[in-house]
């Protein structure tokens, strides 16, 4: 696939849109520096892959280089773009590259919308088309791990190497999660504890031998420090509770007293949550209404006297009618139906009693239950706190104990102390108080005399337990830490005073036996992702090997030889290589560069290289990966490849160029050098490559301007020259009159330039064009004709070798024609 | 052959020749998912469950 042409606009240097022909064997771009020329190599490195190396290679400083793609003075409307011809043979391919936001690229093949292009998937593991001065620096002149990775990017393995880079990630920065921490935290804590105690340190040397010693050997050697002190006919089982009752009964005997404050449970916790909300609840609108009702059974008693009263005197009555049951007088019936109404009322008044009465029961038992709650409620908080309060009247003593060691961790559990004491007193005030509106309410309802203000009160009170509850709570889930620490820091002096240290550090170990194990197994599988990132490293560092010793290796030491001089002192490069370390493994992430001093090999070829043999390098290696490889480019871009050459060195680079046109290869060569560009395009005159010159620079982007590749005229003289000299041989004789058909296109090419204001490439140009635009230019008819005959009788000295030198007039008179022609391109005299 | 193609390759190759069980799940992650992260939360879930392992 070979470049036709490139357009591009808003992109770079690019603001306008710039249209650019290659020629299809070289091109060559001269301007000086800052004139836009690297804008034409990023244009297509961009447009093929979608960013530039320069971006690339900055990765650790993207913010930077952010919206770098986009010309700052384009329009903000409108959408930067590449567009590119590509030919194979006579197919074309068109791309074309939008920049969007974010630095990202929409892209068109042949018009049509697609995702990637298609040589993406045939080859995309081919060698990038593009020789960037920028770049050769950091192939070689780098850390042997920035020369691995920018190996990688141009023999297109870069993907392998970003596998490799992931599993070094993984095995060099992976944090594991906050519990895999804490575990292994803990047990190194332990195994720390047991550094420089003189019994333990065969235990501490044993668990810090990880790959030679097993669980079982640290465990072994444990349960031997541990016989020291319980003696050696100790059953295994008996060890741990042995050395617990050891440790208690020497520290017992310094201080008796445990700081404990446990924190609530979970099911406490929920608890407390349903008892607040019970307690400050507990005095609805509904339980004050049916108290109150309660207040009408004072008079309970007397409606059941008067219901008795009335049911006998009924009785006595349907007996003796018309007799009253009471003192016996005569009755008429009226008295008589009174006192049976008498009796009704009693009746119903007596049942309403009733129904009164079983509504007291219920209040009754809601007074209970509250009392139950209220009494369990208060009984939690103080058994929580028990034990912890009861280290108040020992404080003094515990003072003697921390002050000096741990004056900190004194000092939070002293004040915790006090306030978990303080917050139960309070707590305590308010079950009292709570304790006694509760005992009113109750008393009121026995004795039938409720008031709305005693249980408006006893919620009131209950209100405030509720509050004290719940600040007691808060108290003792603030002082827990002080008590961890304090308690913590009292064993560990207690464990000094009473010599039981190392039986601490035992009994700990033989209780924590499943977390050291599993702390060594998550030490055991982080070192096997260590061995993983080895293995990927061996795997990917071979396949690089494979590729960089063989066929690279020979393919650049060829163009190496080619731009060695005679002069240069034997110190030369001779191969790539990826070294091995003592163990015979392949060294990860490192490729060697050899050089040889007259026949020695030398340690560091990088640094016993000079700085141009290094850029001379640098180029056969791009040069060399891009011919060996099964490459889907055509072409190859060299960006200002001379750089610290001097000028022996740049005549052969010529002859290199030179050779990479004549194997076929199609080349782009920029350069700022302009003496450099005329000795190339001199020592290329035959090739008649395209010449552009860059001659101005502004804020529309780059003037880029067709140069002849050489003065017509000098052309001519040459082509003169070569038909005069009767030695010329027939390949001479081919060769002037190929150039006279290149004179003729060159200048038609002028001709239209002029009369139709428009460039059409000379190189491009066939005898049709040329006949077609000389018309359009309105020359004669006659020299037309003669200017197909030029091209008409073109002979090739590969086909007519024998007599060709009986041509030798035909190019004469067709060397008069073209002279005719480029008189017309002369100013007319007045 | 792409660059894809390629890394799957290698990446097989490295699943294939792996006896060690955590490798295997490590590069099983890598395959579905060639990203870091992914690799990296497979590791986390292996030390979880050897921290949350039951006695």
Known sequence: ?830 | MTRKESCSKFIKQLEQEAENPLHKRILRAYSKDSSVEAMEDELSRALLEVVNRAD
């Open chain 1, 1 to 830: 696939m070979r470049i036709k042409s490139l357009s591009a606009e808003g992109f770079r240097g690019f603001n306008d849109h710039r249209e650019i022909h290659f020629d299809e064997r070289l091109t060559v771009f001269y301007a000086p520096n800052s004139y836009g020329k690297t804008s034409i190599t990023e244009a297509l490195e961009w447009l093929l892959y979608g960013y530039t190396s320069k971006v690339r290679s900055a990765d650790y400083s993207k913010d930077e280089y952010k919206d770098s793609y986009r010309n700052v003075h384009y329009p903000d409307d409108g959408i930067p773009c590449v567009t590119a011809i590509f030919g194979n043979g006579s197919e074309e391919i068109t791309l074309r590259s939008e920049l969007l936001a974010n630095d990202q690229c929409r892209r068109y093949l042949d018009g049509k919308e697609v995702a990637r292009w298609p040589f993406e998937n045939d080859n995309s593991l081919a060698p990038k088309p593009f020789i960037l001065q920028h770049a050769l620096k950091n192939l070689l002149l780098v850390k042997p791990s920035d020369r691995y990775q920018a190996f990688a990017s141009l023999l297109g393995l870069d993907d392998l190497e970003e596998v490799e880079r992931h599993f070094i990630s993984l095995a060099t920065k992976y944090e594991p999660p906050a519990e895999v921490k804490r575990l292994c935290t803990e047990v190194e804590g332990m195994f720390a504890a047991a550094e420089g105690k003189a019994t333990l340190a065969n235990v501490s040397k044993l668990y810090k031998d990880k790959a030679g010693k097993s669980m079982n050997d640290v465990y072994a050697a444990v349960l031997a420090a541990c016989k020291t002190y319980l003696g050696t006919d100790v059953e295994q089982g008996d060890v741990l509770p042995r050395l617990i009752s050891l440790r208690n009964e020497k520290a017992r005997a310094v201080f008796a007293m445990p700081i404990k404050l446990d924190a609530y449970s979970e099911q406490q916790t929920k608890q407390q949550e349903l008892d607040i909300e019970y307690f400050a609840g507990f005095v609805t609108e509904e339980l004050l209404t049916q108290y109150l009702h309660l207040a009408a059974l004072a008079t309970v008693n007397h409606i059941h006297d008067r219901a008795r009263f009335f049911d006998l005197g009924v009785e006595l009555l349907e007996k003796s009618p018309g007799t009253c049951p009471l003192c016996g007088r005569p009755l008429d019936d009226t008295l008589a139906e009174h006192i049976r109404e008498c009796q009704r009322q009693a009746n119903s008044e007596q049942q309403q009693s009733d129904d009164l009465d079983k509504q007291r029961t219920q209040v009754k038992q809601t007074l209970t239950t509250l009392r139950q709650k209220l009494y369990a409620n208060h009984s939690m908080h103080a058994e929580q706190a028990k034990d912890f309060l009861a280290l108040k009247p020992s404080l003094e003593r515990l003072r003697g104990i921390l002050a000096e060691a741990h004056p900190s961790e004194l000092r939070s559990v002293e004040t915790a102390v006090h306030r978990v004491d303080d917050a139960n007193q309070q707590l305590g005030t308010a079950y009292q108080t709570a304790s006694g509106a509760m005992n009113a309410v109750k008393v009121s309802v026995e004795q039938s005399r409720e008031e709305s203000s005693v249980l408006k009160q006893l919620g009131e009170y209950l209100v405030g337990y509720a509050s004290q509850a719940k600040s007691f709570t808060a108290t003792v889930a603030a002082s827990i830490t002080a008590a961890t620490n304090a308690a913590n820091a009292l064993r560990q002096e207690l464990d000094v005073r009473a010599g039981t240290e190392d039986v601490a550090v035992l009994i700990q170990l033989l209780e924590n036996r499943k977390k050291v194990e599993r702390e060594r197994g998550i030490d055991r599988m982080l070192a096997e992702v260590k061995d993983l990132r080895r293995t990927v490293d061996q795997l990917a560092s071979t396949r690089i090997l494979e590729v960089i010793a063989g066929e690279l290796t020979s393919g650049v030491l060829g163009w190496y030889d080619q731009i060695k001089t005679s002069c240069d002192p034997e110190v030369h490069f001779c191969g790539f290589d990826v070294p091995r370390t003592k163990t015979g493994e392949l060294k990860a992430r490192h490729i060697s560069v050899n050089a040889v001093s007259y026949g020695k090999s030398l340690p560091s070829a990088v640094s016993s290289l000079s700085e141009s043999k290094l850029n001379a390098l640098g180029l056969c290696l791009c040069i060399g990966s891009n011919m060996n490889a099964d490459c889907p480019f055509g072409f190859l871009i060299i960006d200002d490849p001379i750089q610290s050459l001097d000028a022996a060195h740049e005549t052969r680079f010529n002859d290199i160029l030179r050779e990479l046109v004549e194997q076929g290869k199609q080349v782009v060569v920029l350069s700022h050098n302009k003496s450099w560009i005329n000795q190339l395009i001199a020592h290329c005159c035959s090739l008649n490559g395209t010449f552009y010159e860059i001659t101005g620079y502004d804020k529309t982007g780059p003037y880029i301007r067709w140069q002849p590749w050489e003065k017509t005229q000098a052309r001519l003289d040459t082509i003169d020259a070569i038909v005069k000299d009767n030695n010329a041989d027939s390949a001479q004789l081919a060769r002037a009159e190929a150039e006279l058909r290149y004179v003729v296109c060159e200048a038609t090419s002028d001709l239209f330039e002029r009369a139709k204001g428009e460039r059409k490439p000379p190189n491009n140009l066939g005898c049709r064009d040329v006949i077609k635009m000389l018309t359009e230019c309105g020359v004669a008819a006659k020299l037309i004709d003669r200017v197909r005959q030029i091209f008409a009788m073109a002979d090739d000295a590969h086909h007519a070798p024998v007599d060709y030198a009986a041509q030798r007039e035909r190019i004469a008179r067709f060397h008069s024609y073209a002279c005719e022609l480029c008189n017309l391109l002369k100013p007319k005299r007045p």
